[in-house]
């Protein structure tokens, strides 16, 4: 079946690899491909720094990605200079392409220059299924300015008890949650009834109801729809409070502040106060604890602790006493700050973490609480305390290669290495960061398990040839990989896991290993080892090796947990380029190291970005001394580092395992276990997690204290 498959569909894929790429109707002329590209670059370049155009040549018209340049003229056009005649440019040329990639952005800043141009003769009829709030809101404040030609306003205001009044009955109640309208927009609106115009401003109310009360910060388009709600009279202090509490609940204090300032004076002082436990944690708290009788709303005082706790776990303990005596304190209460405070000790790698979990009722014991009373208790060295409480886990938690190779750990503690062999010899086969610790204690050999994956290069061809997957690979080419990753993914998007895996190996011969690494783990081939671990930027990578004297591999390891191989990444903090380092960091670094100073793109040329990670990688080696400080430092900073130090010298392992950012924990996991495969690729002997993980002592953290903090 398999087999009739794949010759089915090959044959589909021939057939259009021999059909003519058709421009315009016409078949594409035959084109020096590196030129027309570099015309296209050069084009595209000019746009950015909107610079004189020149005439497009024949080929780049013919481009099979022209229309990307067209949609850039458009876009910059929009900026520059819009117009009825670009609108209706725009209008035809996203009709020409409805559904298509390319139209997708350049809809969305169409529809945006619309609204801000009051264009909603054009943007209405258009924008029905915009889902960007920013959209949603331009789209309500249209539909309010069309209504201000009709007589739907003049017939609301002559009906005091119609619907804007009734919608004011009806807003006295609970926030709309989910729904078009949520609970509390259908009571404002459902109650009204009388001219079409009087529905159409419900519904109107009722959508802006649901998006004003939404916990988090509005665009600025929605503040005229949210005057007119006020102005409406819909804005009812039970609203305003039910709101204020929603930012609360997700421990927005600041966003709480904004909004508790439409909250009755008597309503607005417990949100108050919660903000302030938010914000102030211990001042507040100690406050509320020498006052045993003082109002707290039991919410607000458990997001209260949890801060602390995780902040400062030695107060959060000393308090605890005093908030559990409190004469209004209930059981489930009691339950859930001991449960808080344990929590924080295991965070913070406090002494009394044990004894805190040791009082924890039953019905606290979580997931969570299972495995940081483990850690707690391998941080303090007690391996028959973790090794009782690895046997609580469930099956299902117990079984995971973290916990089998804690509990063989723990063995080896109280029975004895021999008794932990078998439990070692069980982990060691595994192509992970606990495999390899588990091969290192019996002194086995790593088994990566690697495994070539199925290669059909005619199937590949034939793809490749598809329109879309052309247009793909020639925006790759160009730079453009996210435009590129929306080809491919509309190209595959209802392809099986066989299809996709020859698609992942048609993105590695393209040079495209983002998304031939992503594709393989959407279809969970983990086995080809050689194709996840390619080892691209060889010469950028031997000279910032030799600049900085870290090895080839720890530097791609870096960069493929960091950055997946891509020069234009881009993080959610702001960190830019293939070693993904913030401006600030990398301006730093490169007057250290008296390379060339970044510009404000300068993260995204691959060579100097390289150069610059690496020294940033000796930077932390020399302040560190080792591997694993010098990982977690890279990834979450010096600071949170320097609060981790032990008291007393610690098997690398248990230090990376009470690591209190999961994010953390797993980069310098995975960044290792990367070390090692990047080894095994080039056929080199992998290095041992025993020689790159060396025992963390205190000395390491107060030698690195005394020195400037790399930025």
């Known amino acids: 079946m398999l087999r009739f498959f794949r010759s089915?569909?090959?044959?589909?894929l021939l057939m259009l690899a021999a059909a003519p790429l058709l421009v315009g109707g016409k078949s594409a002329p035959k084109v020096n491909e590196e030129q027309v590209r570099a015309e296209f670059m050069a084009a595209m370049q000019r746009i950015r720094q909107r610079t004189p155009e020149q005439a497009d040549s024949p080929a780049l018209q013919s481009y099979v990605i022209y229309d990307y340049l067209t949609v850039a003229r458009f876009r910059r056009d929009l900026d520059l200079k819009p117009s009825d005649e670009l609108d209706g440019a725009i209008?035809?040329?996203?009709?020409a392409h409805a559904g298509e990639p390319v139209a997708r952005v350049l809809r969305i800043d169409w529809?945006?220059?619309l609204a801000n141009r009051r264009r909603w003769d054009w943007f209405l009829p258009r924008a029905a299924d915009v889902t960007t709030p920013a959209l949603i809101c331009d789209r309500l404040q249209g539909r309010l300015a069309t209504l201000a030609g009709t007589d739907a306003q003049a017939a609301a205001s002559q009906q005091p008890n119609g619907a804007l009044a009734q919608a004011r009955v009806g807003a006295q109640g609970a926030v709309p949650t989910q729904g078009p309208a949520g609970e509390q927009g259908a009571a404002a609106t459902q109650a009204a009834a009388g001219t079409q115009g009087s529905a159409t401003i419900q519904a109107i109310a009722a959508e802006a109801l649901t998006r004003w009360s939404l916990a988090q910060k509005q665009p600025s388009e929605c503040e005229p729809v949210f005057a007119w709600l006020r102005q409406q009279g819909l804005l009812t202090p039970a609203l305003a409070e039910a709101r204020t509490r929603a930012a609360l609940a997700a421990d927005n204090a600041r966003l709480a502040?904004?909004?508790?300032?439409?909250?009755?004076?008597?309503?607005?002082?417990?949100l108050v106060q919660w903000a302030q436990l938010l914000d102030s944690s211990k001042v507040t708290l100690t406050a509320l604890a020498a006052t045993p009788t003082a109002p707290v709303e039991p919410a607000a005082l458990a997001a209260g602790f949890d801060h602390l706790a995780r902040a400062d776990s030695v107060s959060a303990l000393a308090l605890l006493p005093k908030f559990l005596a409190r004469p209004d304190m209930t059981p489930v209460m009691q339950a859930k700050l001991q449960r808080t405070a344990a929590m924080g000790a295991a965070y913070g790698r406090d002494s009394a973490a044990i004894a805190a979990f040791d009082v924890l009722p039953e019905s606290s014991v979580d997931n969570d609480v299972r495995e940081w009373r483990v850690r707690a208790a391998l941080w303090a060295g007690d391996y028959q305390k973790a090794l009782a409480w690895i046997d609580e886990m469930p099956a299902t938690q117990s079984s995971q290669p973290r916990w089998r190779y804690w509990r063989a750990r723990s063995v080896a503690a109280t029975s004895g290495s021999d008794a932990a062999a078998p439990l070692y010899a069980d982990l060691a086969g595994l192509r992970d960061f606990y495999g390899y610790l588990a091969a290192d204690r019996i002194h086995h050999g790593y088994v990566l398990n690697a495994k070539a994956s199925f290669d059909d290069e005619t199937l590949q061809k034939a793809m490749a040839a598809q329109p879309g997957l052309v247009r793909a690979h020639a925006l790759f080419d160009c730079g453009l990989e996210d435009e590129a990753g929306l080809e491919w993914a509309v190209v595959f998007s209802t392809s099986d896991n066989a299809v996709k895996l020859q698609a992942a190996h048609l993105a590695a011969r393209w040079g495209w290993y983002a998304q031939s690494i992503t594709t393989l783990a959407q279809v969970g081939e983990f086995d080809d080892v050689r194709l996840r671990y390619p080892r691209p930027y060889t010469s950028a990578i031997a000279e910032a090796s030799k600049l900085a004297q870290v090895p080839p591999d720890w530097i791609l390891a870096v960069m493929r947990q960091e950055?997946?191989?891509?020069?234009?990444a881009v993080s959610r903090a702001g960190a830019r380029g293939l070693m993904q380092m913030t401006p600030t960091t990398a301006v730093a670094v490169a007057k250290r190291w008296h390379l060339p100073i970044p510009d404000k793109d300068g993260t995204f040329d691959?060579?100097?970005?390289?150069q610059r990670g690496a020294a940033h990688l000796r930077d932390l080696l020399d302040r560190y001394g080792q591997l694993a400080l010098t990982l977690a430092a890279y990834n979450a900073g010096a600071i949170p580092v320097a609060r981790w130090a032990p008291t007393r010298q610690m098997d690398a392992d248990v230090w990376i395992e009470n690591v209190p950012y999961g994010e953390t924990r797993n980069y310098v996991q995975r960044i290792v276990e990367h070390i090692v495969a990047f080894a095994w690729v080039r056929d080199a002997e992998p290095p041992r997690l025993a020689t790159l993980l060396p025992p963390i002592t205190p000395t390491t953290f107060s030698a690195q204290a005394a020195q400037p903090a790399p930025q």
Not at 91 to 95: T, V
């Open 257 to 270: 502040r904004e909004f508790v300032v439409d909250v009755p004076a008597d309503k607005a002082a417990p």
């Open 563 to 568: 950055s997946l191989f891509r020069d234009d």
């Open 8 to 12: 089915s569909l090959l044959a589909v």
């Open 111 to 113: 529809l945006t220059s």
């Open 91 to 95: 209008d035809a040329f996203l009709q």
């Open 606 to 610: 691959p060579p100097m970005d390289v």
